[in-house]
């Protein structure tokens, strides 16, 4: 479609069913960051409930007054505090932070960094974005059901989550209309949505390069985005395959999940049974382990695009971060069942899971190495989408050791369903993750808006923001080693070896309620910056790469003037003979 | 380094197997306390001599050395050390080497019947023998496990709630079933932790090597098992041999009175 046919497009058609690939990107970006902030409310709230878990307590503040009839005397229910946790999660990850990395900067990204107009199949990513939104509706209208939204888990496991709500309930429409089954029929479209996008990012990669971009000139983020959507691709149907058989266990009557014998509250569930609660960890595990890596992939290939250019030099090592992360996406398939080391493992299963766990680990430390020694030889500019991508290394790096005592069995015994692994993995996606994509955000806005958000408001964004994660999470790794249980409604206040760290619930809730309020001056500097930011042209970062190579923002249905011929690598900065310190991909040889 | 992870609330070890589970802990966090702290010197070195400002010229090939290589060639020979020299043996230990009832070892025979959210822990007596059970004699009240009473084996039985003693120094033997949702069966004095799983019997052992005394041990539900979760606790006490005598032979008569009454 030429840039003349744009112009006849209606309001509806160019903002909100559109087939443009930023426009998407631009839609997925903004309703996953309002997803993730009501996934830190519900974490301010849980967090409150955790500090305070006495009936004498000081009720929640502001959410207390405002949310009367949720909270029953400005306080959680058990109730309320399982359904928060579980969505919390689900939110997080599958409405907030895989839609901001694969399903934003994916697709505004990917057809700009390979010089294409759009993506391979524009309607097909239409209706991705439009699945997962219906996907984010049905989770939240789950609220609104009798018994609240599904509190069993992020990870759902039956039998409770077959039975929980209602489940064995006679009445249909009591196990229809239920926070469980609808979180199922939610996962289902979300699932759809990414199997979608998925599809659509290998084929624009693979088919749609320009001429001369060849594989090995890809730009890091274009790698990360592919193996990423394979990794979507192929870890995805057995969870969506595992929701439908959950949400028949519930619906239909089925048993794959449920044995036989149960007996819940004192009476016989009365099922023929059969069916294995195991079955569903495996299939959900299956999925939710590469599900990590399509969480720390985007964001590794973020931070190589900040890094490269902040440092104006090429990344060292590019060719064996690519091989890294490629054996990385083989590898993140054969080690699920680490999560699964007491489910009753013989020696010979467990040895080998710990195995792929421990050799999964060394593409990890090749890559974070790699950008770490990208530095060393730089002329490094502290720029705010740098500093972002700089904090992630050791945070990341923190996330990823402490790993290592939970993939071995014998020390996962003592740590497995403590806070060491919610420390763990928040470290891997928060501290993590989520910093490299705010990085992303305010080294892409230019790009999108021709304008450049406020770098004093980015430093007051970033600096707070850095501290108050590592007061909310590294705290976790204490309770952990203490031993203290995910998932307890009063902080461990029940338990006697939960006393010494109890203090600790206090220091991480004033981290989690600052964390909001520090979240401010970035919300109000990516709304005034659309507007009011400075202006710049479409290069401002003197940057390679060929999403720089197209106006700002890229021309509507079609991003480039003429289509980009690439002519070298990805990171040709401070070559030598060369008078500035960047050379493009599209611009042909001097001299 | 253990005495840190004390201060900082590792409970304590009474097991027989714990130390070597603490032993590997301290090598672990020792191996990434050296990975971070010195990758972070090298981090942050690198940010204050290569700055903007300071840097004249850029050197594009960076980093000659070799150096990095035999990092990770090093990170790998510590990953299969920690894996082969301990993790995968203490594993082994675990899952194989059950204490033997049936060869004449003396044995703590357990079962413990999780269900939401209580511990219901069934004793076989001196017979050493389980009485049935029978899920449709289950009360919640009077016979929360269903043991059956026609069962000769039964006769010496007990079952209590959220009230699991052992005498010190015996192995002992639990094995662990659910009525109803997956649970999990933790006792962090003991260094265990054991999913329960509705649909299979899961044996797990250890030998409690210190008595409990004023302490006050627990075992905890580490698995998200409902509403009532967090509160799904119930007193742990390893005590001397004919201490755990006298107070099963006074369940026992506890037991046999309340039947009368029921009669």
């Not at chain 1, 409604?489 to 006697?496: H, K, L, N, V």
């Not at chain 2, 840190?4 to 197997?17: C, E, I, N, T, W």
Request: aromatic share 12%; proline share 7%; hydrophobic share 50%.
């Amino acid at each position: 479609m030429s840039d003349h046919d744009s112009h006849k497009l209606s309001f509806v058609q160019r903002y909100i069913f559109s087939q443009d690939h930023k426009v998407i990107g631009i839609q997925y970006a903004i309703t996953a960051l309002c997803f993730m902030f009501l996934g830190l409310v519900l974490m301010m709230l849980m967090r409150w409930q955790l500090a305070y878990p006495g009936a004498d307590d000081p009720s929640i503040p502001i959410f207390g007054k405002l949310l009367k009839n949720a909270l029953p005397g400005g306080k959680l229910t058990p109730e309320l505090y399982n359904s928060l946790g579980a969505m919390h999660g689900t939110i997080m990850v599958f409405l907030g932070v895989v839609p901001l990395a694969v399903g934003a900067f994916g697709n505004y990204l990917v057809p700009l960094q390979v010089g294409a107009g759009d993506m391979a199949f524009p309607k097909l990513n239409m209706s991705s974005y439009w699945a997962f939104f219906i996907g984010g509706v049905v989770m939240l209208s789950s609220f609104l059901m009798p018994g609240g939204a599904a509190n069993s888990g992020w990870t759902s496991y039956p039998p409770m989550a077959d039975i929980a709500q209602g489940g064995l309930s006679a009445q249909f429409s009591t196990r229809l209309l239920s926070g469980q089954s609808f979180w199922l029929i939610g996962m289902v479209f979300l699932i759809s949505s990414s199997l979608l996008g998925s599809i659509n990012t290998i084929v624009t990669i693979i088919q749609l390069r320009v001429k001369g971009l060849t594989f090995m000139r890809l730009p890091f983020m274009v790698w990360a985005q592919l193996v990423t959507a394979f990794l979507l691709l192929l870890a995805f149907p057995p969870l969506e395959a595992a929701g439908l058989m959950q949400l028949a266990d519930r619906l239909v009557g089925s048993n794959f999940f449920l044995p036989a014998g149960l007996v819940v509250t004192g009476e016989a569930v009365g099922r023929v049974g059969g069916g294995s609660p195991l079955l569903w960890q495996h299939l959900f595990w299956f999925l939710a382990h590469p599900e990590v890596y399509v969480l720390i992939l985007p964001a590794m290939g973020i931070v190589a695009e900040i890094i490269a250019n902040n440092t104006r030099k090429p990344l060292r090592g590019y060719k064996s971060m690519v091989y890294s992360i490629l054996f990385l996406g083989f590898m993140s398939f054969i080690v699920w069942a680490h999560h699964m080391f007491l489910t009753d493992m013989g020696t010979v299963i467990s040895a080998f899971f710990q195995t792929t766990t421990m050799i999964i680990s060394i593409p990890s430390v090749v890559v974070i190495t790699a950008m770490v020694l990208s530095l060393w030889g730089g002329s490094i500019r502290f720029t705010t989408p740098m500093l972002f991508a700089l904090a992630f290394l050791p945070m990341f790096g923190i996330g990823g050791l402490t790993g290592l005592p939970l993939g071995l069995a014998a020390t996962d015994v003592h740590l497995h369903d403590t806070y060491y692994v919610i420390g763990h993995f928040h470290y891997v996606v928060a501290p993590g993750t989520i910093l490299a994509l705010f990085g992303g955000i305010y080294y892409w806005f230019p790009k999108a808006t021709g304008r450049k958000m406020s770098d004093v408001l980015g430093r007051i964004h970033f600096w707070p923001t850095l501290i108050c994660l590592n007061v909310i999470f590294f705290p976790m790794f204490i309770q952990g080693m203490a031993g203290v249980s995910r998932r307890l409604f009063d902080g461990g206040a029940t338990y006697t070896h939960a006393q010494p760290v109890m203090w600790t619930n206090k220091v991480m809730m004033m981290g989690a309620w600052t964390l909001a309020l520090v979240q401010i001056p970035f919300i109000f500097n990516f709304f005034w910056s659309i507007r009011h930011g400075r202006k710049v042209g479409p290069n401002p970062w003197e940057a390679t790469t060929l999403e720089w190579a197209a106006p700002s923002p890229p021309i509507p249905h079609g991003n480039f003037e003429t289509p980009p011929v690439v002519y070298r690598d990805a990171y040709a900065y401070s070559q030598p003979g060369c008078a500035k310190d960047y050379l493009p991909q599209n611009e042909p040889e001097v001299g | 380094m253990l005495e840190l992870f004390h201060k900082l609330g590792l409970p304590v070890d009474a097991s027989s197997h714990g130390g070597s589970m603490d032993q590997l802990m301290i090598y672990v966090h020792w191996f990434m306390l050296i990975l971070f702290v010195g990758w972070g010197l090298f981090f942050v070195y690198t940010l204050i001599r290569f700055r903007s400002s300071r840097v004249k010229k850029v050197d594009p090939d960076g980093i000659r050395s070799h150096a990095p290589t035999y990092l990770e060639v090093a990170v790998v020979v510590v990953e299969v050390l920690l894996l082969i020299g301990f993790s995968i043996p203490i594993w082994a230990s675990r899952v194989e080497d059950f204490p033997k009832p049936a060869e004449g070892e003396p044995v703590t025979q357990i079962h413990v019947v999780a269900q939401q959210f209580v511990w219901n822990i069934h004793y076989p007596g001196p017979d050493s023998i389980f009485g049935r059970l029978n899920g449709e004699l289950i009360d919640s009240e009077t016979n929360p496990i269903g043991l059956d009473s026609e069962d000769p084996a039964a006769a010496d039985d007990i079952w209590v709630v959220n009230d699991l003693r052992v005498p010190v120094d015996i192995p002992v033997l639990v094995t662990l079933t659910s009525l109803d949702v997956i649970h999990c069966f933790s006792l962090p004095t003991m260094r265990i932790k054991q999913d329960v799983i509705p649909g299979m019997e899961i044996p797990v052992w250890f030998l409690p090597v210190r008595e409990s005394g004023d302490e006050k041990w627990q075992v905890a539900c580490a698995q998200l098992c409902g509403v009532g979760h967090y509160r799904m606790a119930g007193r742990f006490n390893v005590v001397k041999e004919a201490e755990f005598e006298a107070w099963y032979e006074e369940r026992l008569a506890e037991m046999a009175a309340n039947a009368d009454d029921d009669w």
